[in-house]
């Protein structure tokens, strides 16, 4: 077989993939063994957990998994250590002898040190030619040629092994954090749901403690933590709500509402925040029934309306104005402040989830970043929609609608 | 809103197992100015309170252990001795179209935690005015009601003209016009109404649902689909509707719709474990696996006694698995509640039909026929047994 013809047949050993790695391996050996007419061929491989040569493949399969210490003077180690290839004839043998046996049974001997770039991979033995003759030059060089090839596919099974390992604890340490994940959003889920009961009583109570006559520095102390606990009542409704509506799972349950009714109780719970910024509110527009989740329509006002007086300077007014469409295709709710107002890059971005205007434009704030998020899933959930634009006067208006027909 | 001095001598409950909630409500009502504030932790201890003194307004949590206050309004509701309860429910939002649901028509209302004492005072103010000082449209609408339970229809619909004349645009009046229409037997009529009442008010869900129930008794299951269909996307959240669809879905042939649907219903509303039960309860009837229905149905009947729905499925689930008695019981209830469910009539005689009792089963069914006689199921069914028995009908 000429040199060439051994290659591809090598080669096409070694890219079979559907054989097992160690079945290539003892393939490669049988064929060289053949083609260089030798008794025995073997390949031998660096073990460098334990520094040792470890039998891979060889002609005679008793030896397959015995070790050379790599400290050992044998004719592969020394191959190798050389990183060059290693000819022995009987005389010269009888020098490495290696520690377990007498003397070694050959003739002959060629030890090709395997490398890829610098790493030292093994070694290719052949020893005792069939007809007892003594390498000739060809076939050791031939042995290099085929040591190169085989020393790269060597390599790229290796590191495809500890790619194999790598990938399977990543996958493994992938799996673990998303359990870990899950457990988290179940336990604030659970954290954040229970939180609810709380709130009611402090909240409940504080706004009682408003109704009683207090002095002016009382009075400004439980509207201080109302401000709060209303703050804190929005952000963990929201929260709850806004991975519901996303997900799809919040079904709405439409019911007649009044909602010029209900703007004018939001507007209303927000009494002592408005006395606290000494700011007003109007509201424009006359009674209408739609039919709307009231819940989450009212949460939207009251989330678009907290939006609108922590933005706002103090002594500033807020205007809501219901407007009826002609057409009788949809309501239209709009909510002014006289803020600063958002620049037009941020129009849109201001909707997104866990978004805050920039410190120095817009005030930055301590709050989830949910709000208009929630706003906005709230509207679509109606079929509605939500968008922010100038208000004529200086500051902001969001505006949502609301459709009075089948979409 | 004040409430009036005159109410404030009336009798308060206040029932929830969280005592600060407890406390507080109670607070409220005090600083509201009420005079008479008494407490219980749940239902049952309530209700022994509602048996020995009286009772004028009941305050109750929704989700309690021992009785919950589902149960609690059921019981409450199911005896006319304490018609003049007024209950309002303090609910999570979860459990919002159950609540709503239960507490329609009549002096009931609903709170959804967490609120403030403004909130609870206008629902206060709400439900007592409508006991004691209703306007003239509650009043007209009240009557209009108790007319048709007791198929006066003249005076129904005298009471509703009335009433359209204080509120001419109103869609719920369009809405009992044609409850009238059908109570009189005119289905095209009826629709018409409904259809005017969805001109007004193209969101009015209920109007939807009612033209669906109409062409599900004419037998026209394709349209009666279409309808559901469209109740459905604008309120998804209402079970009972839920499983008419499906059923419907199943009828014509459509399984796995029916399936898919309610399976993510069941995962959207786990949350509100009755309206779970009920869905998963429908799919084991669906599938014949009727055992393990009749477990969950149970279980659902027992979390929100009060749902007229539930009640069909249950008697449904005891019919298949051979307990015929155990679903005439449950149809007796739901007549109790609803003496003009036809539905439940139809059933009772078919479960007469299965118990061979067929004398029974004829009454039963002609009950039927006379409150829906324009349903094609309950006429066929009539027909039938009049020829073999060569009744004369």
């Known amino acids: 077989m000429t040199a060439e013809k051994l290659l591809y047949k090598i080669e096409n050993i070694l890219v079979d993939d559907a054989r097992p790695f160690d079945d290539k391996l003892h393939r490669v050996v049988k064929v060289l063994a053949a083609d260089f007419k030798v008794k025995k061929c073997s390949l031998m491989l660096v073990n460098h957990g334990d520094l040792t040569l470890e039998v891979r493949a060889a002609t005679n399969p008793a030896i397959i998994g015995c070790k050379r210490k790599l400290s050992d003077v044998t004719i592969a180690t020394r191959a190798l250590i050389d990183d060059a290839p290693f000819y022995a004839d009987r005389k010269r043998l009888s020098f490495f002898r290696p ?162 009714d209900l703007a004018r109780r939001e507007i209303d719970a927000f009494k002592n925040i408005l006395t606290l910024k000494k700011m007003t509110t109007t509201l424009e527009g006359a009674p209408h029934v739609c039919f709307v989740d009231e819940n989450l329509i009212g949460r939207t006002v009251s989330n678009l309306l907290i939006n609108a007086i922590e933005h706002s300077p103090d002594h500033t007014e807020i205007a809501v104005r219901i407007l009826c469409d002609a057409t009788k295709e949809e309501v239209r709710v709009s909510i002014s402040d006289q803020g600063p107002g958002i620049p037009d890059p941020l129009k849109e971005r201001i909707f997104d989830k866990f978004f805050q205007v920039e410190e120095g434009k817009r005030q930055s704030r301590t709050t989830t970043g949910l709000g208009l998020t929630f706003c906005k899933l709230a509207v679509a959930a109606h079929g509605g929609r939500l968008w922010v634009e100038d208000a004529p006067a200086g500051g902001s208006t969001f505006v949502f609608t609301i459709p009075e027909r089948l979409v | 809103m004040a409430i009036p001095i005159k109410y404030l001598q009336i009798n308060c409950l206040v029932v929830d197992d969280e005592p600060t909630m407890r406390t507080t409500i109670s607070n409220m009502l005090t600083r509201m100015g009420f005079k008479n504030i008494v407490t219980a932790d749940n239902g049952k201890s309530a209700l022994d309170i509602i048996k020995t003194s009286k009772m004028d307004l009941v305050i109750a949590d929704v989700n309690m252990p021992e009785m919950t206050g589902i149960e609690l309004f059921k019981v409450i509701r199911d005896d006319n001795r304490y018609d003049y309860i007024s209950f309002i429910f303090v609910t999570a939002e979860a459990r919002k179209d159950t609540v709503a649901r ?292």
């Open chain 2, 102 to 393: 239960a507490a329609e028509g009549g002096a009931n209302e609903y709170l959804i935690k967490p609120f403030v004492m403004g909130a609870l005072e206008d629902k206060i103010k709400k439900v007592l005015d409508k006991k004691f000082n209703p306007s003239t449209l509650d009043t007209l609408l009240q009557n209009f009601k108790k007319y048709l339970e007791s198929r006066d229809l003249a005076n129904a619909e005298n009471q509703l003209i009335n009433a359209s004349q204080i509120a001419p645009d109103s869609p719920t009046i369009l809405l009992h016009f044609g409850q009238l229409s059908l109570a009189k037997g005119d289905t095209n009529a009826a629709i018409d109404y409904f259809k005017e009442a969805i001109n007004r008010k193209p969101l009015f869900v209920k109007a939807y649902n009612a033209i669906g129930e109409v062409y599900e008794s004419l037998g026209d299951f394709e349209t009666a689909i279409k309808y559901y269909e469209q109740a459905h996307s604008i309120s998804p959240s209402n079970t009972e509707r839920l499983i008419a669809l499906s059923k419907l879905y199943y009828k014509s042939g459509e399984a796995g719709k029916a399936e898919t649907m309610l399976t993510e219903a069941r995962a959207d509303m786990r949350e509100d474990v009755s309206a779970s039960d009920h869905l998963l309860g429908e799919m084991y009837l669906s599938k014949n696996e009727n055992e393990k229905a009749l477990e969950v149905l149970v279980k659902a009947h027992q979390t929100n006694p009060a749902e007229i729905s539930i009640m069909q499925s249950l008697a449904e689930a005891y019919r298949k698995v051979g307990k015929p008695d155990e679903a005439l019981a449950v149809y007796a209830r739901i007549l109790k509640i609803n003496a003009n469910n036809a539905l439940a009539y139809y059933q009772m005689g078919k479960t007469y039909l299965e118990m061979s009792s067929k004398q029974k089963a004829i009454e039963c069914i002609k009950k039927a026929w006379e409150l829906n006689p324009f349903s094609k199921e309950i006429t066929a069914d009539l027909k039938a047994l009049a020829e073999k028995d060569r009744l004369d009908i």
């Open chain 1, 99 to 260: 520690p377990d046996a007498t003397r070694y049974a050959s003739e002959h001997s060629l030890s090709i040190p395997l490398k890829y770039q610098d790493k030292k991979i093994g070694v290719l033995n052949f020893t005792d030619r069939k007809d007892k003759r003594k390498f000739t030059k060809q076939q050791q060089t031939l042995a290099l040629e085929i040591g190169k090839h085989l020393a790269i596919h060597l390599y790229a099974a290796q590191m495809r092994a500890v790619l194999e390992r790598k990938v399977g604890q990543f996958e493994e340490t992938v799996r673990q954090l998303e359990r870990l994940d899950e457990l988290k959003t179940s336990l604030t889920g659970f954290i954040i749901h229970d939180l609810k009961g709380p709130i009611t009583t402090i909240m409940a109570n504080l706004d009682m403690l408003s109704y009683e006559e207090l002095t002016p520095s009382q009075a400004e102390c439980v509207n201080l933590a109302l401000r709060d606990v209303y703050k804190m009542q929005r952000m963990v409704m929201n929260i709850l709500d806004v991975s519901k509506l996303e997900e799809g799972r919040l079904r709405i349950c439409r019911e007649e509402v009044d909602i010029y």
